[in-house]
């Protein structure tokens, strides 16, 4: 066998080989979907759904009131765009909170909730928040961000009004949280 011949040899090798991959790339998806369906991976999602169950009680109002605050270390402007609104217990919810950092730096802070009464804590499902992650502004920065939530059912009927309350924390670790002698050592 040439030279010639056995370069051409590969070459329909190479080529069989390269159709197959791109077969078995387009043939995938189809078996994905398969495998999906027969492990009942694909009712796993969804039963993780939100909301895929969920009931809302039209026969019952909860008020709730928004509030904002920040620590004196940062130097941000923080409100809820709006102070207070009517739902229904299961009723899917967004409200929005506007922040502004007033500073000439950027600044990073992270948002902690809390909930009065303590106890409507346990019934807020949070959605979507900006209080999941750090929020980071560059100088002069304003946004608006959402809370998306659901009050559950289950919340006790003698509960008729929630606040939601938001903190913003400062995280870049700016300000020393104690004093530290200038030898280095404390005490």
């Excluded at 398969?34 to 759904?49: F, L, P, S, W, Y």
């Excluded at 009931?55 to 909860?62: F, H, K, N």
């Amino acid at each position: 066998m040439s030279r010639k011949d056995a370069n051409r040899v590969i070459l329909v090798k190479l080529l069989i080989v390269t159709i197959g991959m791109f077969g078995f790339g387009y043939a995938l998806v189809p078996l994905y979907k398969k495998i999906c369906e027969v492990t009942g991976i694909n009712e796993v999602e969804k039963a993780n759904a939100p909301l895929a169950s969920t009931q809302v009680d039209t026969g019952r109002l909860v008020m709730l009131e928004f509030d904002a605050n920040v620590r004196s270390d940062l130097p941000w402007k923080f409100r809820p765009m709006q102070v207070s609104l009517n739902v229904h217990p299961g009723q899917l919810v967004q409200v929005m909170y506007e922040v502004r950092n007033d500073s000439d730096r950027p600044i990073t802070g992270q948002a902690i909730p809390s909930y009065g009464p303590q106890i409507a804590g346990q019934y807020f499902r949070k959605l979507d928040c900006f209080c999941f992650s750090k929020q980071s502004f560059a100088p002069g920065e304003v946004r608006q961000m959402p809370v998306v939530f659901v009050i559950e059912p289950g919340l006790p009927k003698d509960v008729t009004t929630v606040t939601l309350s938001y903190t913003f924390f400062n995280v870049e670790g700016a300000a020393p949280t104690a004093a530290t002698p200038k030898n280095g050592k404390a005490g």
